[in-house]
Structure formats: C-alpha cells, structure tokens
C-alpha cells in the first residue's frame, strides 16, 4: 500500500513541477547584483514559476512561494544554495537556477558568522534528503474543505509526515 501511495505521491509532484503557462516575473534579479549582495546564511524567497507555485501562494497569501539557503562556498563547485524541492528532495544548486526569477534576499540580523556558518553545514548534511509529499495531501486538504468526522480531526491539525528524513523547503530553513 504505501509504494501506491508513494506512486500517487510521485504521479502528483510531476504534474504540479510543471511549468505555469501565466508565470511573468515582475522584477527578475540582475544575476550580478545578486551574487554582489547575497552572503552564506542568507534566505533567498523565489517567486516560482509552475504550478505548485500558484497553489502555495494563493494559500499563504504571499508573493513567493520557495526558499533556498544560501551556503556560498561550503560546498565545492557550483553549488551555492540548499534547497528541497518535489522532484530531488533536498539538493544543493547554482544561484543562476533563479537569474530570471522575483526574488528577494532575507538577512539574519543578530547572528554571528560562527552561528551563520553552522547553519549552512546543519542544511548541507540534509543533502539527500527526501521531499515531504504529505504536505502536498495537507495543501489539498485546504483547497478542498469538507467536512471532516470528529474522531479524525485532531490527526488532520499536523502537517506533513512528521518524518526528520522528509522535508519541505520552509521546513529546512525553519
């Protein structure tokens, strides 16, 4: 039973990581000014661009609907930023991933680079990690509210699988 639902699981990412046919970027980052500003420790927000994308920002009622750490060079070769993502669970990527998207650089004030740091190695060892596909039962459940019988009520409240191997990309910088 749960290889069908982790089948399901799989079968939906792939629709929702499509592209969105309506996706303009308001302001894309100038590539250069971006990696002139951004420092290890730095939260880059993103305005994605598929379908997942419109869902998460409809229903946080936010602009930016991903997050990525940005890890500089703790990690050899082009990997800049750690993020967790449907298709690769958590992944280490390039900053130019989001040359042509919105985004928007979040600076941890009052933390000491010591602190900055061992944040970026915490987020370097998920690398590997999978995707939190449960969340993605949680999200429908908000667009879709029906009624729900009381005994089931309290295990609906929790997000996600609750399992640490198993991330979302808010979960990982959280």
Same mark, same amino acid.
């Given at each position: ?36 500003? *951004? ?12 379908? =997942? #994308?419109?869902? =998460?920002?409809?229903?946080?009622? #936010?602009?930016? !609907? ?17 993020? !967790?993502?449907?298709?690769?669970? *958590?992944? /280490?990527? !390039?900053? #130019?991933?989001? #040359?042509?998207?919105?985004? +928007?650089?979040? +600076? ?7 602190? /900055?740091?061992?944040? /970026? ?9 999978? @995707?939190?596909?449960?969340?993605? =039962?949680?999200?429908?459940? @908000? ?32």
């Amino acid at each position: 039973m749960k290889w069908i639902l982790d089948l399901l699981g799989r079968l939906i990412a792939a629709y929702l990581q499509q592209p969105s046919s309506s996706y303009e970027p308001f302001t894309p980052a100038d590539p250069k000014a971006l990696q002139a500003c *951004i420092r290890p420790g730095d939260i880059l927000l993103i305005e994605g661009n598929n379908r =997942i #994308s419109g869902i =998460i920002k409809y229903l946080t009622q #936010s602009t930016w !609907s991903h997050a990525a750490l940005y890890v500089g060079s703790t990690v050899p070769g082009e990997c800049e930023l750690v993020e !967790s993502n449907l298709d690769y669970g *958590i992944t /280490c990527v !390039s900053l #130019s991933k989001y #040359s042509k998207f919105h985004t +928007r650089i979040c +600076r941890p004030v009052g933390l000491a680079p010591e602190d /900055c740091e061992a944040v /970026c190695k915490f987020a370097v060892a998920r690398i590997g990690l999978k @995707y939190d596909l449960k969340n993605l =039962i949680d999200l429908g459940r @908000y667009l879709v509210p029906l009624p729900v019988p009381k005994r089931w009520r309290r295990r609906m409240i929790a997000l996600g699988s609750g399992d640490p191997t198993r991330l979302i990309c808010s979960a990982l910088i959280a």
